[in-house]
């Protein structure tokens, strides 16, 4: 998929400069069947040439798809905002530019979660919703194609993340929701390689800036410390961790938004830490993942992996009523089995799922040694 793949990978390794031989600066060998693209990129603001932009070149969705087809391409502007691309399938294709505080389809297309798409579908919905930001241009074999390509600065929000108690909260990351077209709300995936959907964090004093916006509404959350998103805690605006219950904030393109702070109470943060074993033998699974649940409606607030012992922990939890359940849980058994007439065994590994098990919680404070016996699942019908 285009927006959650390629675009990322793409990005992430021009900003570093340090993409080995297949870098975007590394010059094509020519190829007398293909065709080379040139332009420039600027800043519709200053009137300036749009530097060190990524330029992004997708095939037309009216191309006939084929293996030896238009393909996705990409380069990086110069000094004086010119790119060139060489060796280019000759065919159709939409050209835009992104450059850092200017305005971005990852940030700005809506898909629709309840319709899993294809990478063919997903490029086709980028280029409808994000054509008045594109330019069309058609590849021939041993010719090449010059086009002018113009860029808008995007929307700014920025704000604090502090503690009650008056402390900055330092390197807190940020989840941010858009509300879409059909009223729903998506999560805005910017460009984060690590586990996370953005790459901004709060600076030395608890000050954060998430840029490259196009108008719209939007919720703003802070995340607290986890090993990826899932099993970091939110505290949005309005100092809510749930986004249902946040305040939003207007954004437009062009401007900067400047309340977007968050109050974190240390007071109402707890930690819930447990085991998890077979409800027979007392062994732990080989592994489970952890959920707590939302009560009220079963969103999900937080997700993490059983650890290798068994046990599990969810360091910052925010008071409320929960269901904590376990899913996925497995335990796998090695046996060896005679083959053979040497009496030679062969290792022989065997996986047994365990039953989905929940319980209710409310936290108002720490919650310790939580035990959690699981059963087997029983087998598939028509199976014994």
Not at 125 to 131: G, M, T
Not at 214 to 220: A, L, M, N, R, T
Request: charged share 25%.
């Amino acid at each position: 998929m285009f927006v959650r793949s390629f675009w990322l990978c793409s990005t992430v390794c021009l900003m570093v400069y340090a993409c080995g031989p297949d870098s975007r600066f590394a010059p094509r060998k020519a190829d007398p069947t293909k065709g080379t693209v040139t332009g420039t990129v600027m800043c519709v603001d200053t009137g300036k040439p749009a530097r060190f932009a990524t330029v992004e070149l997708l095939p037309s969705p009216e191309h006939p798809k084929s293996d030896n087809g238009p393909s996705e391409e990409s380069t990086v502007t110069d000094l004086d905002g010119k790119f060139k691309i060489e060796a280019v399938t000759p065919g159709d294709y939409y050209a835009f530019a992104v450059l850092d505080g200017y305005l971005n389809p990852i940030y700005g297309v809506d898909f629709d979660p309840s319709k899993p798409e294809s990478d063919d579908q997903e490029d086709e919905e980028l280029i409808e919703q994000w054509k008045d930001h594109m330019v069309a241009v058609s590849v021939s074999a041993q010719r090449t194609s010059d086009l002018p390509i113009s860029i808008e600065r995007g929307g700014e929000v920025a704000g604090t993340v502090a503690y009650d108690d008056g402390s900055p909260a330092i390197g807190m990351r940020f989840v941010l929701y858009r509300k879409q077209a059909r009223g729903d709300w998506a999560l805005v995936a910017g460009g984060s390689a690590s586990g996370f959907s953005l790459r901004e964090q709060s600076d030395a004093h608890g000050r954060f800036s998430i840029s490259n916006l196009p108008s719209g509404e939007y919720v703003i959350c802070a995340l607290l410390p986890g090993d990826n998103q899932a099993g970091s805690p939110q505290l949005c605006l309005g100092d809510v961790p749930r986004r249902r219950d946040a305040r939003t904030v207007a954004v437009s393109a062009g401007e900067v938004t400047t309340d977007a702070d968050i109050a974190i109470p240390l007071s109402a943060i707890h930690s819930v830490e447990g085991s998890i074993s077979q409800a027979i033998t007392g062994e732990p699974p080989t592994k489970a993942r952890l959920h707590l649940l939302y009560r009220d409606d079963r969103e999900e607030a937080l997700a993490v992996d059983m650890f290798s012992d068994g046990s599990f922990l969810f360091p910052f939890v925010f008071q409320g009523d929960y269901i904590l359940e376990v899913s996925d849980a497995v335990y796998s058994e090695t046996k060896n089995t005679p083959q053979g007439a040497d009496g030679s065994a062969r290792v022989s590994p065997k996986d047994y799922l365990l039953a989905n098990r929940e319980a209710a919680l409310t936290v108002d404070g720490n919650l310790t040694d939580i035990k959690v016996p699981l059963v087997e699942a029983p087998a598939p019908r028509g199976k014994n």
